[in-house]
């Protein structure tokens, strides 16, 4: 494993949490990396190696590991690592292509997009590998982006079910009963509860084809553009406490992770770094 570390400079914007680590996705050389940093966007490592692709990262609920998407064996399959990055081990083991994994609060089962049965669905799994699920079992759509309630009774997703062509989100229950569509226009993306379930972030392609992170409450009402600004603003996280906002942006002309305030003041870039930053998560 690399061993750079990279400092930044000073940070200007919304008073950070003096604690804390964020796991972020990083093109520093040729291959996507899992990098670890700082809240305040200090101390920049790598998690995995130079030489194979790993990306899309989240915690587990406990922050003692991370759950990620990795081509180390030739196709992209779910693993879970040690916080640090040691003992990386698959979850999943298919020859489709399996991805977005993120694990349940109880910490028991992964959620993840799988094309083995053709299009992406969304799919269940035990975290040991065993007893996967196909919850959403819809060949005619592409269902991906699944996030779990805070307490693990719901998954919301993206899905172009409907008209083929427009992505919008929908809710269902963790066996994939009761499917509910949320009231979202103009195409969305990458949803994520917040930390007590009243309200949903997400990457919204209403205002003329312009990437922005809105927020709205967890039935759909109530929604609220939070960046506000003309460019790419997507891939938004909530920090542990519903305080902040991870989003990724491109308003410096690169891909950068940025933290703004849950109402959408304050924007500050953490990484400041000149390559690709993006795919991040706050540690529990």
Do not use: H
Not at 247 to 256: L, V, Y
Request: overall charge negative; aromatic content about 8%.
């Amino acid at each position: 494993m690399g061993s750079a570390v990279l400092a930044c400079g000073d940070v200007t914007g919304p008073e950070l949490p003096p604690s804390g680590q964020i796991v972020f996705t990083s093109i520093r050389e040729r291959y996507l990396r899992l990098w670890v940093m700082n809240v305040d966007g200090t101390r920049q490592r790598p998690l995995t190696i130079e030489g194979e692709t790993n990306l899309e990262p989240s915690w587990t609920p406990d922050g003692s590991g991370i759950v990620f998407t990795s081509w180390r064996d030739g196709n992209p399959d779910i693993y879970l690592m040690n916080a640090d990055g040691s003992n990386p081990q698959p979850v999943t083991r298919d020859s489709a292509n399996d991805r977005s994994g993120r694990l349940s609060p109880d910490g028991s089962r992964v959620v993840f997009v799988s094309e083995r049965t053709g299009d992406p669905d969304i799919w269940v799994i035990d975290v040991d590998g065993s007893n996967p699920v196909n919850l959403t079992r819809s060949p005619s759509s592409f269902d991906v982006d699944p996030e779990w309630s805070p307490d693990g009774t719901r998954i919301v997703f993206a899905s172009d079910r409907g008209d083929g062509e427009t992505f919008s989100l929908w809710t269902m229950a963790a066996d994939g009963t009761g499917l509910q569509r949320l009231p979202v226009e103009g195409g969305a993306r990458s949803p994520a509860w917040s930390p007590d379930g009243a309200r949903i972030v997400f990457t919204s392609f209403r205002d003329i084809g312009d990437a922005e992170v809105y927020v709205m409450r967890a039935d759909g009402s109530g929604q609220t553009n939070l960046s506000r600004i003309a460019g790419v603003d997507e891939l938004p996280r909530w920090s542990p406490d519903g305080q902040y906002v991870l989003f990724s942006t491109k308003r410096d002309g690169n891909p950068e992770i940025y933290a703004m305030k849950s109402d959408g003041s304050d924007p500050v870039n953490i990484t400041r770094y000149k390559g690709w930053d993006a795919m991040s998560a706050w540690r529990p």
